[in-house]
């Protein structure tokens, strides 16, 4: 446990040397209250759901690894979600997927799910102060197949439109109730293991599709559209592309998700962010880290997420840019996932927002290129560690790595109990 004293001393030294260099400490932690992460409940149970089936995961994804102490139902995967976020600083939400309601052990096939499945989620919400976000499930089901929306069979193509457009009234009544708009995503893992014959086809039926979907306007929620890179034994092609659902949001007025995990290895996802400012009302983030493929390994503090919460930070965007996580991982305790992966992008936020911009924008406005590419590698090594660790102390959660032993001992005392 870092002493208080320790936390405050160093404090103080970051805050000086940060003025010298124009930056107010205080304006960036009072900034840090912005950044609300949307939790993703799927991390705590493998992406198991708690629907009345045996189906196993499907849909072009998989988790890895067998490490004890998965949530087998609503009440220990609440307790999780808690205990995680017992060590993560500030008020954040929580991202439910469909298959995730409340069905009290009853078989409710998806197009039937009702807001009343979900009601008490929301009391749960809103009594734990984190506010809800959705998402519809296309995989793990009978009827997934390859295709979902974009299904040439009518009867399968109108059993998920019906399932998507009860998820958007789900949402619209998680909106209500928390005063605060739901943000509903759309994700669905279409397509093809070799090439198709006429790629068209499909994307024409998922454009249809999406139109069906949306033509019912809400005012409680906002739609959110995800693309994929491919999904396991899908690898050729992909209906529901980047630039399928860049094309539609910018011309139907929806915000795009991007995941960080769904480009190829080398393309910037920070570079998309200004793009989509100025064509699509807001941004959704999933927060993921690839390795090698869309493998959603736990989030750590790279480069890759260091240039996202910068860029989101010099466009002034945190108003404009929701930001949840998408990863799920059962080789390492899974409580200390989620707090790895949230605490990990709560720093790059920390960064990006005391980052020297106004002496940087005017070295640049002035040609003085060799003085900002100096200060933008100085930067990097200025005691922004003192300056997160005095906002954990101020919300009451850990500094440093002292969460560690916490999650050990409840891993000792309580998922390892678990069968």
């Known amino acids: 446990m870092i002493k208080e ?26 900034s840090m209250k912005k950044v609300s992460l949307s939790l993703h409940c799927w991390q705590a149970d493998d992406v198991t759901g708690f629907e009345n089936r045996s189906a196993g995961l499907s849909g072009g994804i998989q988790v890895t690894g067998n490490y004890p102490g998965r949530a087998r139902n609503i009440d220990e995967l609440r307790a999780d979600i808690l205990k995680a976020a017992s060590y993560i600083a500030g008020t954040h939400r929580l991202s439910l997927h469909e298959i995730y309601g409340d069905f009290q052990g009853k078989a409710v096939d998806r197009d ?83 090439v198709p014959a006429c790629r068209l086809k499909y994307r ?26 491919f999904g396991i034994g899908l690898e050729s092609y992909t209906v529901g592309s980047y630039d399928f659902y860049l094309g539609y949001g910018a011309k139907k007025g929806k915000i795009v998700t991007l995941d960080t995990g769904h480009f190829h290895l080398t393309e910037s996802v920070a570079d998309k962010v200004s793009s989509l400012l100025l064509f699509t009302p807001e941004i959704m983030l999933h927060v993921s880290r690839p390795v090698r493929w869309d493998s959603d390994h736990v989030v750590i503090l790279n480069d890759d997420l260091l240039d996202l919460a910068r860029e989101i930070i010099r466009c002034d965007a945190l108003d404009r840019v929701h930001i949840g996580l998408d990863y799920f991982d059962a080789t390492i305790n899974r409580i200390g996932a ?50 997160f660790d005095m906002y954990c102390l101020r919300n009451n959660v850990p500094a440093g790595e002292s969460f560690i032993a916490d999650i050990q001992a409840y891993g000792k005392e309580v998922t390892s109990l678990r069968n």
């Open 5 to 30: 004293s320790t936390i405050l001393s160093a404090f103080d030294v970051a805050k000086e040397r940060y003025a010298a260099v124009g930056v107010d400490v205080d304006n960036a932690l009072e």
């Open 338 to 387: 989620y707090v790895i992966g949230c605490r990990a992008t709560q720093k790059a936020f920390m960064q990006a927002l005391l980052e020297p911009s106004a002496l940087l924008r005017r070295y640049e406005a002035e040609g003085k290129y060799f003085e900002r590419l100096a200060l933008q590698e100085e930067a990097k090594t200025l005691p922004w560690n003192a300056v």
């Open 204 to 229: 024409r039926i998922l454009e249809q599709s999406l139109d069906e979907i949306f033509s019912t306007k809400y005012e409680n929620m906002k739609d959110c559209i995800e693309a994929k890179l």
């Open 112 to 194: 039937q799910v009702e807001p009343a499945h979900f009601q008490t989620w929301m009391e749960w919400g809103k009594e734990n102060g984190m506010k809800l976000d959705f998402n519809s499930t296309s995989f793990s089901h009978p009827k997934s197949g390859d295709l979902t929306l974009s299904n040439p069979d009518d009867a399968i193509r109108a059993f998920w439109i019906e399932h998507t457009k009860r998820c958007r009234l789900i949402s619209e009544e998680m909106g209500k109730y928390q005063d605060d708009p739901c943000m509903m995503n759309l994700w669905i893992h279409d397509g093809s293991k070799e």
